[in-house]
């Protein structure tokens, strides 16, 4: 028999059963709840995380050890702005292969502990295929059982930007360091952030020595401290300053600086900055100087140059024709100078001119415009005259100051007389240029009336230069116009009889001018640089005579000596000029001896030595021309190869008027000390048979003159050489219109 279920037992479970159904149906929902709040945290999280690698403009990466599979992921923007994920998964490392090796490295680095966090900077392949240099950051984010790295993530930001701004800011820094340009910043008070290598160079402080100090510490002591007080007022209130500044080094010595301030303020404080560029600029200045000094003024005097005596002498013009006064111009010139500086050098030459000026100056007055023109020719300017008389009684002084000799010291002293040229404004002209022609016009004709006076210009002397202008420009074509001509003059030698030398003399035949003396067109020829052509064919024209001869039968042993001058052996290649000639002619080079002043070897007897050291190994002899008349002593026949002294016709014209006189004494000196030092000797101008007896007596190796022969034409010497009588003076040499020769 069924036992009834008891009623409210079963309302108890039935209760009991909800009640457990509704606490589940409760947590469920909450349960719900909070998942529902988790995911939304996770977006929210997961909103944030790409905000931030996006706003951050990073993208996250992950490497997994085992798969070699690397995972990028990046946050970009669609059209609506909405960031997206997106995954890059790829087997292939896209590392450059450039970087990849040290990319290795430091994984395997951080794998073994040495690197807690992997930091390496990398490029990887981009979306266009270009190379990305990137910034990676990571760390071992997953381990195996055993504790072995199997996945390893991270970070990595595009620093393309970055190191393009700090390729700039290291390209700057090394600009900067190697400047030439002294390179400071400064602070806004004027106190040194930095500075750059030749800024220590420049200032003498190392850069830990001026760090954090004012840069007052430069301060030069030429100025005022209103000045730099002044220079910072300026610089604070313009962006860009430029000036010069006395600057002091910290040896204490001032030098001079050009500056250049920029103002700019500092992108991370927003302060302002001072960047100074500076420049030692004292030897610039000082160069400036002696420029502007040599423009004006001549370096060895000190006195005006012709630059300066032009502006003074306008101004001197300027004020006569307000007072109605005259100006005098005075051209002076030092005769036979060019022996001093022949003889014993340019510096000894510079002392005299030195010397020189300063007799000029207390001749004329301090007050005068005392200026030098070049070489030995100085120009003085008298103001405030009112006839020529005045102007010649400056030049008499100024001629009667040199009579006392110039004293350089205990054992220098010279006597040297000027030739004076006058000139008057407005007398002879109205501008600078031509009173200062004028004047040197008449000075050279102070000099054709001997010497050691003054002449005052007068327009007839204008003939003269004319004549030498005309004479400069016919000279220019001698050679294409063949007006030039040879003659030549026997030596006798005195121990057998018979002729050892001809020497070869030159002369000019001009259409317009007729004969005209070598006296004339030789200095010419010299001074316009032609002795050099001309020089040449002479040397051709005496060697393809003598070859002549010899053709003819004339003595094979028979010496040519040509004459040459100081541009030929100094300036020209002679040797070659010789070495064609000679070898053109088929001539031995024993044939031929050239002759040279003592002069041309003087005036650079160092060059002229080693030239004629040349011709000696040639086998060709030398000759010293004129020997006797210049200032030298006999030292330098020790050091040039000399092997001939030709005693100079103003010897020869006293020999035997008397056995005491000097020229006999010179004479006879010069003959035993050749002798002494196995030298030959010619003695020129042999004119009458008393002076041949005296050289013969004497033991005199050659003779030449009148008494020997005339100059002959080619052909006339020829046959002279070939035994026929000298010419008669009737019967003389057409190409010699001399009385005396050359």
Same mark, same amino acid.
């Given at each position: 028999?069924?036992?009834?279920?008891?009623?409210?037992?079963?309302?108890?479970?039935?209760?009991? &059963?909800?009640?457990?159904?509704?606490?589940?149906?409760?947590?469920?929902?909450?349960?719900?709840?909070?998942?529902?709040?988790?995911?939304?945290? @996770?977006?929210?999280?997961?909103?944030?995380?790409?905000?931030?690698?996006?706003?951050?403009?990073?993208?996250?990466?992950?490497?997994?050890?085992?798969?070699?599979?690397?995972?990028?992921?990046? %946050?970009?923007?669609?059209?609506?702005?909405?960031?997206?994920?997106?995954?890059?998964?790829?087997?292939?490392?896209?590392?450059?292969?450039?970087?990849?090796?040290?990319?290795?490295? $430091?994984?395997?680095? +951080?794998?073994?502990?040495?690197?807690?966090?992997?930091?390496?900077?990398?490029?990887?392949?981009?979306?266009?295929?270009?190379? &990305?240099?990137?910034?990676?950051?990571?760390?071992?984010?997953?381990? #195996?059982?055993?504790?072995?790295?199997?996945?390893?993530?991270?970070?990595?930001?595009?620093?393309? $930007?970055?190191?393009?701004?700090?390729?700039?800011?290291?390209?700057?820094?090394? &600009?900067?360091?190697?400047?030439?340009?002294?390179?400071?910043?400064?602070?806004?008070?004027?106190?040194?952030?930095?500075?750059?290598?030749?800024?220590?160079?420049?200032?003498?402080?190392? $850069?830990?020595?001026?760090?954090?100090?004012?840069?007052?510490?430069?301060?030069?002591?030429? +100025?005022?401290?209103?000045?730099?007080?002044?220079?910072?007022?300026?610089?604070?209130?313009?962006?860009?300053?430029?000036?010069?500044?006395?600057?002091?080094?910290?040896?204490?010595? #001032?030098?001079?600086?050009?500056?250049?301030?920029?103002?700019?303020?500092?992108?991370?404080?927003?302060?302002?900055?001072?960047?100074?560029?500076?420049? #030692?600029?004292?030897?610039?200045?000082?160069?400036?100087?002696?420029?502007?000094?040599?423009?004006?003024?001549?370096?060895?005097?000190?006195?005006?140059?012709?630059?300066?005596?032009?502006?003074?002498?306008?101004?001197?013009?300027?004020?006569?024709?307000?007072?109605?006064?005259?100006?005098?111009?005075?051209?002076?010139?030092?005769?036979?100078?060019?022996?001093?500086?022949?003889?014993?050098?340019?510096?000894?030459?510079?002392?005299?001119?030195?010397? *020189?000026?300063?007799?000029?100056?207390?001749?004329?007055?301090?007050?005068?415009?005392?200026?030098?023109?070049?070489? /030995?020719?100085?120009?003085?300017?008298?103001?405030?005259?009112?006839?020529?008389?005045?102007? /010649?009684?400056?030049?008499? !002084?100024?001629?009667?100051?040199?009579?006392?000799?110039?004293?350089?010291?205990?054992?220098?002293?010279?006597?040297?007389?000027?030739?004076?040229?006058?000139?008057?404004?407005?007398?002879?002209?109205?501008?600078?240029?031509?009173?200062?022609?004028?004047?040197?016009?008449?000075?050279?004709?102070?000099?054709?009336?001997?010497?050691?006076?003054?002449?005052?210009?007068?327009?007839?002397?204008?003939?003269?230069?004319?004549?030498?202008?005309?004479?400069?420009?016919?000279?220019? !074509?001698? @050679?294409?116009?063949?007006?030039?001509?040879?003659?030549?003059?026997?030596?006798?030698?005195?121990?057998?009889?018979?002729?050892?030398?001809?020497?070869?003399?030159?002369?000019? +035949?001009?259409?317009?001018?007729?004969?005209?003396?070598?006296?004339?067109? %030789?200095?010419?020829?010299?001074?316009?640089?032609?002795?050099?052509?001309?020089?040449?064919?002479?040397?051709?024209?005496?060697?393809?005579?003598?070859?002549?001869?010899?053709?003819?039968?004339? #003595?094979?042993?028979?010496?040519?000596? &040509?004459?040459?001058?100081?541009?030929?052996?100094?300036?020209?290649?002679?040797?070659?000029?010789?070495?064609?000639?000679?070898?053109?002619?088929?001539?031995? *080079?024993?044939?031929?001896?050239?002759?040279?002043?003592?002069?041309?070897?003087?005036?650079?007897?160092?060059?002229?030595?080693? !030239?004629?050291?040349?011709?000696?190994?040639?086998?060709?002899?030398?000759?010293?021309?004129?020997?006797?008349?210049?200032?030298?002593?006999?030292?330098?026949?020790?050091?040039?190869?000399?092997?001939?002294?030709?005693?100079?016709?103003?010897?020869?014209?006293?020999?035997?008027?008397?056995?005491?006189?000097?020229?006999?004494?010179?004479?006879?000196?010069?003959?035993?000390?050749?002798?002494?030092?196995?030298?030959?000797?010619?003695?020129?101008?042999?004119?009458?048979?008393?002076? @041949?007896?005296?050289?013969?007596?004497?033991?005199?190796?050659?003779?030449?003159?009148?008494?020997?022969?005339?100059?002959?034409?080619?052909?006339?010497?020829?046959?002279?050489?070939?035994?026929?009588?000298?010419?008669?003076?009737?019967?003389?040499?057409?190409? /010699?219109?001399?009385?005396?020769?050359?």
């Amino acid at each position: 028999m069924n036992t009834p279920i008891d009623t409210p037992l079963v309302l108890l479970l039935s209760a009991l &059963v909800l009640a457990l159904a509704g606490l589940a149906l409760a947590s469920f929902r909450r349960r719900e709840r909070d998942q529902q709040r988790f995911r939304q945290e @996770l977006d929210e999280r997961d909103q944030q995380l790409r905000l931030a690698l996006w706003a951050s403009d990073e993208m996250y990466w992950q490497y997994d050890l085992r798969t070699q599979h690397l995972e990028r992921v990046r %946050i970009v923007a669609d059209a609506d702005n909405d960031l997206a994920v997106r995954l890059d998964q790829d087997r292939d490392t896209q590392i450059h292969p450039d970087d990849l090796p040290r990319v290795l490295d $430091a994984l395997r680095a +951080h794998l073994r502990g040495d690197m807690p966090m992997l930091q390496i900077e990398l490029r990887f392949r981009s979306e266009g295929d270009t190379w &990305v240099w990137m910034r990676a950051h990571g760390r071992t984010t997953r381990r #195996d059982a055993g504790g072995r790295a199997t996945l390893v993530a991270g970070t990595a930001r595009n620093i393309e $930007a970055l190191r393009e701004l700090e390729g700039q800011h290291e390209v700057a820094i090394e &600009v900067m360091r190697n400047m030439a340009e002294s390179v400071a910043v400064l602070d806004s008070d004027f106190a040194f952030i930095a500075v750059n290598q030749a800024f220590c160079r420049m200032s003498g402080h190392e $850069a830990k020595d001026v760090i954090g100090k004012d840069a007052a510490l430069l301060n030069g002591k030429q +100025h005022e401290p209103e000045f730099h007080a002044a220079a910072r007022a300026a610089i604070r209130t313009q962006d860009h300053w430029t000036g010069e500044m006395w600057q002091q080094r910290k040896d204490g010595v #001032d030098f001079l600086c050009a500056m250049q301030c920029t103002s700019i303020e500092d992108p991370r404080t927003h302060q302002r900055r001072y960047v100074i560029v500076a420049s #030692d600029i004292t030897e610039q200045r000082r160069l400036e100087h002696e420029l502007r000094f040599l423009a004006n003024y001549d370096p060895l005097t000190n006195l005006p140059n012709r630059t300066q005596l032009s502006d003074r002498l306008a101004r001197a013009i300027m004020q006569a024709r307000q007072h109605a006064t005259k100006v005098g111009v005075l051209f002076l010139d030092l005769d036979n100078f060019k022996d001093v500086n022949d003889t014993l050098g340019h510096a000894i030459g510079d002392r005299v001119l030195r010397a *020189a000026a300063q007799r000029l100056l207390e001749a004329v007055g301090a007050e005068r415009t005392v200026a030098r023109i070049g070489g /030995d020719e100085f120009t003085a300017v008298i103001e405030d005259i009112h006839s020529g008389e005045e102007a /010649d009684a400056y030049a008499r !002084r100024i001629v009667e100051a040199f009579d006392a000799p110039l004293r350089l010291d205990d054992r220098y002293e010279f006597t040297i007389s000027p030739s004076v040229g006058v000139s008057l404004f407005p007398d002879h002209a109205q501008v600078p240029s031509d009173l200062l022609k004028h004047a040197d016009t008449a000075m050279y004709q102070a000099k054709a009336a001997g010497k050691r006076t003054f002449v005052r210009y007068a327009e007839a002397m204008d003939n003269d230069i004319r004549h030498r202008a005309n004479l400069m420009t016919a000279l220019r !074509r001698v @050679l294409e116009r063949n007006e030039l001509q040879l003659v030549y003059q026997p030596q006798s030698d005195l121990r057998n009889g018979r002729i050892g030398c001809v020497e070869a003399l030159l002369r000019w +035949h001009s259409p317009e001018f007729g004969w005209i003396p070598p006296g004339q067109f %030789i200095p010419l020829a010299e001074e316009s640089g032609l002795i050099v052509p001309i020089g040449e064919w002479v040397i051709g024209e005496a060697c393809r005579t003598l070859a002549a001869w010899r053709a003819a039968g004339v #003595d094979q042993r028979l010496v040519m000596a &040509v004459n040459v001058s100081a541009l030929q052996l100094l300036r020209s290649d002679l040797a070659g000029s010789v070495h064609r000639a000679l070898v053109d002619n088929d001539l031995p *080079a024993s044939v031929l001896e050239l002759e040279l002043t003592e002069s041309v070897l003087m005036s650079n007897a160092e060059l002229a030595s080693e !030239r004629l050291q040349a011709f000696q190994r040639m086998g060709i002899s030398i000759a010293v021309d004129d020997f006797g008349t210049g200032y030298s002593s006999l030292a330098y026949l020790h050091r040039l190869p000399i092997n001939t002294l030709k005693i100079d016709k103003a010897f020869i014209d006293g020999l035997a008027s008397s056995e005491d006189s000097e020229d006999t004494t010179i004479t006879t000196t010069i003959i035993a000390m050749a002798r002494t030092l196995g030298l030959l000797v010619v003695a020129e101008g042999v004119e009458t048979p008393e002076q @041949l007896a005296f050289l013969e007596q004497h033991h005199c190796d050659l003779a030449q003159g009148y008494w020997i022969s005339r100059p002959l034409p080619a052909e006339a010497c020829l046959r002279y050489l070939q035994g026929d009588p000298v010419p008669t003076p009737t019967d003389a040499n057409p190409l /010699d219109p001399n009385p005396t020769p050359a």
